[in-house]
């Protein structure tokens, strides 16, 4: 028995992650969901790679989408990262010993802009030995 070979399609990876985290608690889940789709697909799918079409549709019968949806189009594969704006202040606590292994809290300040594929920043850490920014 002769199989039609079958075509790669790239993915619309962020919408496809998107609507896998709203029905799905892993990639796990929805791989097994998917019949015979396996966790590495899914990632790959997920990061806006190539996989087979019929996978594809497995994947967007069990998100209840067309699978046109999932399919990335030129203009899609070529804007991502471009359009981001992302703005932010944390604060991270976490434990580090000094020299003689005693443990102490160090806090981390950071502040970034982040403007399509450029990032500017700064973090500020404080710990016993004083301030330290990077």
């Given at each position: 028995?002769?199989?039609?070979?079958?075509?790669?399609?790239?993915?619309?990876?962020?919408d496809?992650?998107?609507?896998?985290?709203?029905?799905?608690?892993?990639?796990?889940?929805?791989?097994?969901?998917?019949?015979?789709?396996?966790?590495?697909?899914?990632?790959?799918?997920?990061?806006?790679?190539?996989?087979?079409?019929?996978?594809?549709?497995r994947?967007?019968?069990?998100?209840?989408?067309?699978?046109?949806?999932?399919?990335?189009?030129?203009?899609?594969?070529?804007?991502?990262?471009?359009?981001?704006?992302?703005?932010?202040?944390?604060?991270?606590?976490?434990?580090?010993?000094?020299?003689?292994?005693?443990?102490?809290?160090?806090?981390e300040?950071?502040?970034f802009?982040?403007?399509?594929?450029?990032?500017?920043?700064?973090?500020?850490f404080?710990?016993?030995e004083?301030?330290?920014?990077?």
């Open positions: 028995m002769a199989y039609a070979k079958s075509e790669s399609v790239r993915v619309n990876g962020d496809l992650r998107f609507l896998r985290k709203r029905k799905f608690p892993s990639a796990e889940a929805f791989a097994a969901a998917c019949e015979s789709v396996s966790v590495p697909t899914i990632y790959r799918a997920e990061r806006g790679g190539p996989i087979l079409k019929p996978y594809l549709g994947m967007a019968r069990k998100l209840e989408v067309k699978t046109e949806r999932l399919i990335a189009t030129e203009e899609s594969a070529n804007r991502i990262g471009s359009d981001l704006v992302l703005t932010g202040d944390w604060l991270g606590l976490y434990v580090a010993t000094d020299r003689y292994g005693q443990p102490y809290v160090v806090r300040d950071v502040t802009v982040q403007d399509g594929t450029r990032v500017e920043g700064h973090s500020e404080e710990t016993r004083g301030k330290m920014r990077d």
